[in-house]
């Protein structure tokens, strides 16, 4: 077993996907080196902080609507789209994944992927314009 978690905890660490466990209220527990640099933020002021405080705010809403779906069992994951404020102040997208951790009925945690896809927005953006 002990292997097993050095793995894990290798594949967090080195992943170069954003990844945290988070509590239920929506504080990042632990985060990995990729999330930092998609943030901006270093590991200790995450921590510190909740997914909520760095959510661009039009993306809240649908954010905490489907962490409700996941503590009320209604879904086991979700996926979207959605806008971070970096520490810098700039506009940052994130393709986020999101699951349950459980121990018998009960919800523990979160676990939760995030793919840095800000120049494919924009992209898709300006076509849009166009």
């Not at 990995?32 to 909740?50: F, K, Q, V, W």
């Not at 879904?75 to 999101?98: A, F, N, P």
Request: aromatic share 10%.
């Amino acid at each position: 077993m002990l292997n097993f978690i050095n793995q894990f905890e290798q594949a967090f660490y080195f992943s170069p996907i954003g990844m945290a466990i988070l509590s239920l209220d929506g504080n990042w527990l632990k985060v990995n080196p990729a999330l930092s640099r998609i943030t901006g933020y270093t590991e200790d002021e995450l921590l510190s902080l909740s997914f909520q405080a760095v959510t661009y705010p039009d993306d809240l809403e649908e954010d905490l609507h489907h962490v409700q779906e996941l503590i009320d069992r209604k879904k086991d994951s979700y996926e979207m789209e959605k806008r971070y404020i970096h520490k810098s102040g700039k506009i940052i997208w994130v393709l986020l994944s999101v699951s349950v951790v459980r121990k018998g009925e009960q919800a523990l945690c979160f676990i939760s992927q995030m793919q840095d896809i800000t120049k494919r927005k924009q992209l898709e953006l300006s076509l849009i314009e166009k």
